[in-house]
């Protein structure tokens, strides 16, 4: 049986952690206090909106998903769909306040934009966002994207989800650290669990990068990563 794998880099820039709020979880954000003010940090992807007129929709990150009612940029101005157009795939990094909408509904109001790279984009490299001025990160000395061929080679495809002729996309984000190290691995978009678990293995693996810069100083830098496994049918 003919396997396919496909990987593909998207990312965004954290700048370094003293400067954003804590970087928590979706499930870790939906079960803070109440009483809990405090702005935190959460990324995932787009899975369906509620509301097109407001610009409301769900964000799922593997743990949970929560509702983002608005996205606003770093001086509070609301970003319309012109100036943010989104689709359901897309990857947000934003930060906020947990506040409860009716007394039911988890919500972060008016979350502001940390990052976001369009699904449509993720056939290569894409900064946004606070990337102004970002040496990006190198692997192995070369272009981030060099990382997608290196993943491929190293790919095994489970004996489980073989057996089951199982295709999948598995949706992973990761960061490289201010000292090149690969970290934060979650699961944005899971397929089969074997097929997941295949997907961190190998990313896990990776050597050291060249961290990203901005004016020369390391800077945190977050990217979406998708693997495609298939037995050699057509690909969505």
């Known amino acids: 049986m003919r396997h396919l794998f496909i990987a593909a880099l998207a990312g965004g820039i954290c700048l370094a952690a003293s400067a954003q709020p804590k970087e928590i979880s979706i499930r ?7 009483s809990d003010t405090t702005s935190y940090t959460i990324g995932g992807v787009i899975e369906k909106f509620r509301s097109t007129s407001t610009r409301s929709f769900y964000l799922n990150d593997g743990t949970a998903s929560v509702l983002i009612y608005g996205i606003v940029d770093g001086e509070g101005q609301v ?17 906020g306040r947990k506040t409860i909408y009716d007394r039911t509904v988890v919500e972060m109001k008016n979350a502001v934009l940390i990052s ?7 056939a290569g490299l894409v900064f946004s966002g606070e ?18 061929p290196w993943v491929n080679d190293r790919l095994c495809y489970p004996a489980s989800a073989s057996a ?3 295709d999948g996309k598995v949706v992973l984000s990761f960061s490289i650290d201010t000292d090149g ?3 934060d691995i979650k ?18 693996k990776s050597p050291k990068w060249t961290p990203g810069k901005i ?21 969505d």
């Open 187 to 204: 699961v944005l978009q899971g397929a089969d669990r074997a097929l997941n678990a295949e997907a961190i293995r190998v990313v896990r």
């Open 116 to 122: 976001c790279a369009r699904m449509e984009e993720q």
């Open 79 to 95: 970003l319309s769909s012109a100036r943010l157009p989104l689709s359901i795939g897309d990857s947000l990094c934003v930060c």
């Open 215 to 235: 004016d020369g100083k390391p800077v945190k830098v977050t990217y979406t990563f998708p693997v495609y496994f298939s037995t050699g049918r057509d690909l």
């Open 181 to 183: 190290k690969l970290t």
């Open 164 to 166: 089951k002729g199982l």
């Open 131 to 148: 990337a102004d001025g970002v040496t990006p990160p190198l692997f192995k000395g070369k272009d981030a994207n060099t990382f997608t």
């Open 28 to 34: 870790e954000f939906r079960t803070l206090p109440e």
